[in-house]
């Protein structure tokens, strides 16, 4: 199976990165899963602070750490060559490595030759390895949820990974499961669905989210939109085989075209969730949605609370900020529904 | 780049493939491109006969071949290892090999050893070995027609390879663009584009239709159903990418549920004509159907012609079936709205 099953704690490789920017995701693991985040593995003491213990490889093995994570984005996507010998200290040390690099480090043969010989893990979470099943489309039990949005890059992980925090809080049984690199490290679990080949994403969905038990909760990441020029196959295809019972539509309020597509407009949001809920009926009978999930980072508070309020009442859901607000209106809205 | 691009004519293996129905891409070849099918390599008197003059490698070769083209479905979809002999014998006269198996040629050593050396071509017409860019959304010059259907296996491949003939033989400008193994082969060029990686099945559709001049018509293979649990990403990114200016919808009367999928309801025409028109909006302002194509093969004669006429007036459209009818109708329709 070609879902990643990564062992946690985890230990932070930082190395010489310098830039905030470019550790966004070590940032991330270490607000999102803060128990599993045991150190940082830092090459000088001008890199990046995570603001966790300084350890190398031996020492975080004795605190208990089981996979060493490459949290940054190195210049250029590749990993220096002078880092490879951290790696491989870290293999030696007894941990598995995980990583969210367009290179694979399984394909670099001094690293895989020793995580080979030693029996460690290596997770490329960008990538994955082996064919999924073709998706079936049969119903199975338990419940899901998944984020969709009018763009790419607008907080469809933030508010799926909020959600499922939000509804463990309230003792609901609920599961965040990831579909994209950064979601797969912080839970430690998923498939980037978009590097599965296209005929197996709708299968790899069914997969990543299987039968659960009736009242059990799958919050899923969404990725792209279904009217992307370049994504929104993958979109399409996770829709179909998440089956979502809920759907909760993310959106900034500020873009009026696509992010990197400009040529492309930015569809209305009704729009939206009639071609979202068209899409869903395929292998749902009866999806709804249950909130809008708006950025407003670049809002000020007296304009967010105003367009929060105008959407929620012109769509007749309620509408969110995770960031500013919380997402509790919408959990309240998935336990009024589904009770 | 990872379209294929093989060269003609062919040879057509054989081999001791005696049921007609495992040699169904041979007869195919023979059928749809003829001039380039110029003999059969047999290995036994035995083995299903196509009619063609019967050639070993070094004979096709002096005749002026170019690849040979595995084009039968050996039993459990793996080429024999008592064929391997008769692959290298064609690579050492001089041929590139083109094969629509599962199974890749170029990962078997004896093969493609022999073909690095000496510098052959192994076609492996089900995989794509490179990635393309991710898809623009950018409009390109040329009109396009992409075949749709409200399932997979009823005829898209066919219909659009009736309707760049029939465009062909009025002197039109028309190139026919394969998506799967057979048209590939058939056309010598394509892509499969449902081995593509998920991320860049947009980006593969825009190179296998790239800017033309503004008459000249891409007649485009579909793939799958935009209905379909486990296709229908497939589809929409051929959709996104291919920017068709003309859709004809392929539906078989008689099947009322999905093939193989029979939990999966057939939708109604009007409402997969709306859905398909809705998903090419994202990249063409303008799409428009041009025609039904039914397939009525189980029909008697007046049956077919009855739904034909009805499904026509019913959906203001012209309605053929290609082996019945032909698909002149489509290609009035065609010549009547661009000209």
């Known amino acids: ?28 693991l270490r607000d999102w899963t803060p128990d599993a985040c045991i150190g940082q593995f830092r090459f ?32 250029g996507g590749q990993l220096p060559n002078s880092w490879h010998g951290s790696i491989i200290e870290a293999l030696r040390a007894g941990l598995d490595v995980a990583a969210g690099l367009h290179q694979r480090l399984s394909e670099i043969p001094e690293i895989s030759t020793v995580a080979v010989s030693l029996g460690r893990q290596i997770h490329d979470v960008r990538h994955t390895s082996n064919k999924f099943p073709v998706g079936t489309g049969l119903r199975r039990p338990g419940r899901r949820l998944l984020t969709v949005g009018t763009d790419c890059a607008l907080g469809k992980k933030y508010t799926a990974l909020a959600i499922s925090k939000a509804m463990l809080a309230r003792g609901l049984n609920a599961d965040f499961r990831a ?5 797969i490290l912080i839970s430690g679990r998923g498939v980037a669905v978009d590097a599965v080949v296209a005929d197996f994403v709708a299968g790899a969905a069914e997969a990543l989210s299987p039968a659960n038990t009736a009242e059990h909760w799958d919050i899923i990441e969404g990725q792209g939109a279904l009217f992307h020029p370049a994504y929104a196959g993958v ?21 009026t075209v696509m992010d990197r597509f400009e040529h492309m407009p930015i569809v209305p949001l009704d729009t939206a969730i009639a071609a979202y809920l068209s899409a869903a009926r395929v292998t749902n ?50 336990a009024r529904l589904y009770h």
């Open 179 to 183: 579909t994209g690199q950064t979601g």
């Open 1 to 28: 199976m070609a879902i990643h099953n990564i062992k946690k704690p985890y230990l932070l490789l930082v190395g010489d990165i310098d830039d905030p920017r470019s550790a966004k995701t070590a940032f991330g």
């Open 235 to 255: 979109t399409l295809g996770l829709i179909h085989g998440s089956q979502p019972d809920a759907l909760v539509l993310c959106h900034d309020p500020t873009r």
């Open 285 to 334: 009978p009866k999806p709804h949605f249950v909130g809008i999930s708006l950025n407003t980072s670049s809002m000020s508070s007296s304009q967010a609370e105003s367009i929060l309020r105008e959407t929620s009442r012109s769509l007749g859901l309620p509408c969110v900020d995770p960031i500013r607000t919380g997402v509790a209106a919408i959990v309240d809205e998935l």
């Open 44 to 75: 000088s003491e001008n890199a990046v602070n995570l603001a966790l213990p300084d350890m190398v490889p031996s020492q975080a093995v004795s605190a208990g750490a089981k996979t060493l994570v490459i949290g940054i984005a190195p210049a």
